[in-house]
């Protein structure tokens, strides 16, 4: 469980990483007020015919008419170096305290057996089970 959540972090850390830092182009080409095509990274089709489309005596006669484009853009981030010397001491020393106080949490203890090698047990003089009557049956 504890490795599946992991790699799912992982994944998604990834994945806005990723998505932060592309360019992000989305363009609608719009007739009459109405959204008729949307673009993602690509130019919007347009419905309508080529309008543009004027002969050489016509060339000062611009015609209105009721389609246009929009398009939005969304710049990414181009520096995702941060220098750790920008943070002032009194911050790094909370970072640091924090960091190690809070990954102390998740550490297991070590058991450790104590073994008393230079110190022999006691020698008995007398049987204790037999002294005060416990058997084990």
Same mark, same amino acid.
């Given at each position: ?41 690509? &130019? ?9 489309? =004027?002969? $050489?005596?016509? +060339?000062? /006669?611009? @015609? ?27 911050? &790094? ?9 809070? =990954?102390? $949490?998740?550490? +297991?203890? /070590?058991? @450790? ?25």
């Amino acid at each position: 469980m504890k490795n599946l959540l992991h790699k799912l972090f992982s994944v998604s850390m990834a994945l806005l990483l990723l998505l932060s830092t592309i360019s992000w182009t989305v363009e609608k080409h719009m007739c009459m007020g109405r959204i008729m095509d949307i673009a993602l990274f690509d &130019q919007a089709e347009s419905c309508c015919p080529d309008i543009g489309f =004027v002969s $050489l005596k016509d +060339e000062g /006669i611009k @015609k209105e008419h009721c389609c246009h484009n929009e398009a939005f853009t969304m710049q990414g981030q181009d520096n995702l170096t941060h220098n750790f010397s920008d943070v002032s001491f009194s911050q &790094q020393v909370f970072l640091v305290s924090f960091t190690s106080s809070y =990954v102390g $949490l998740f550490r +297991e203890p /070590i058991l @450790k057996n104590t073994v008393f090698r230079s110190y022999p047990p006691p020698l008995l003089d007398k049987d204790l089970n037999i002294l005060h009557q416990v058997f084990l049956i």
